[in-house]
């Protein structure tokens, strides 16, 4: 299962990242909004890098943004790999991206807390990482699909009450655990 993971989770993460950074760039054409160079800033500081002041490298920040976005996608796969599929699942992985990206920016000093930002740009960024998350969802979904149910869902199955939105599997009786 790991090993299918990790080849579908950086196909998903991928197409992910690439759904955010066509909605970004829509967003950006609409509100006048100028390029993010956090991600490169904060990989500079990861690495150890010279730190160049204002516009960074498009290289550098592209390297941090898909890097995020394939390595995270892992995660998601993994999640749709055990069954854990679908949009409540997407949702829980936003919060994953967010987090990682709050811990990354503020653990660099590049970024600052949420909760300082003025609301207009938390509101962007909110949304672009759920794009995100919900592409990267939609992918890693499709392809984990494609072994059969996860072992959640097989669970689910096998519990009356319980939505198993597997398809038809071997039912047992209300004692079984």
């Not at 196909?11 to 690439?18: E, K, N, R, S």
């Not at 390595?71 to 949702?91: D, E, F, H, I, Y």
């Not at 597997?166 to 047992?172: E, N, T």
Request: proline letters at 8%.
């Amino acid at each position: 299962m790991m090993k299918r993971a990790l080849w579908q989770g950086l196909v998903a993460g991928t197409a992910g990242g690439l759904v955010m950074t066509l909605g970004e760039k829509i967003e950006q054409r609409m509100t006048g909004r100028p390029d993010s160079h956090v991600p490169a800033r904060v990989l500079e500081r990861l690495t150890g890098m010279a730190e160049r002041p204002g516009k960074q490298p498009l290289p550098v920040n592209w390297t941090m943004h898909f890097g995020q976005a394939a390595a995270l996608g892992v995660l998601r796969s993994v999640m749709a790999q055990a069954g854990l599929r679908g949009p409540v699942s997407s949702a829980q992985f936003a919060v994953v991206r967010l987090t990682n990206d709050q811990i990354l920016e503020n653990a660099t000093g590049v970024g600052a807390p949420p909760p300082t930002w003025p609301r207009k740009e938390l509101v962007v960024d909110l949304l672009h990482k759920a794009v995100y998350a919900f592409a990267t969802g939609v992918v890693a979904d499709a392809l984990a699909a494609r072994n059969g149910p996860g072992p959640g869902q097989r669970h689910a199955a096998l519990r009356p009450g319980r939505r198993s939105d597997v398809g038809p599997l071997p039912r047992r009786d209300s004692h079984s655990r």
